[in-house]
């Protein structure tokens, strides 16, 4: 939930044509395929983007509210109004523990 991917060619691509065949040629029980145009490529990941935002008092949340009073046939009812106008978001965070890409292939030797 929440990923970003594309349908084209992406980030890790994938090396030989993945039949099994290769896998046994190699004599690698594991293997990591890695981005040609970035060699150090990792398939780790360190940061995501929040989707947490603040808003003008510098509280942190995912959504705010604000309560209103509306008077409708002589009563009052207090109803709560999602407030969408500046905030701001939290940005780039840096993960705990690092995890994998969702992109990243692993393929494993069945014995």
């Excluded at 065949?21 to 990792?42: H, I, N, V, W, Y």
């Excluded at 510098?58 to 407030?83: P, Q, S």
Aim: net charge positive; glycine share 10%.
């Amino acid at each position: 939930m929440g990923g970003s991917g594309s349908k084209s060619r992406g980030f890790w691509s994938f090396s030989g044509s993945g039949s099994g065949d290769d896998l046994a040629k190699d004599g690698s029980e594991q293997t990591l395929a890695r981005a040609r145009s970035f060699p150090g490529a990792t398939p780790f990941v360190f940061t995501r983007r929040s989707s947490m935002f603040f808003d003008e008092d510098g509280d942190l949340a995912h959504e705010f509210y604000e309560e209103t009073i509306v008077t409708k046939n002589g009563r009052k009812k207090a109803k709560l109004k999602r407030i969408q106008k500046n905030l701001t978001p939290q940005g780039i965070i840096k993960l705990d523990h690092p995890c994998i890409h969702m992109q990243a292939p692993t393929t494993f030797k069945a014995e």
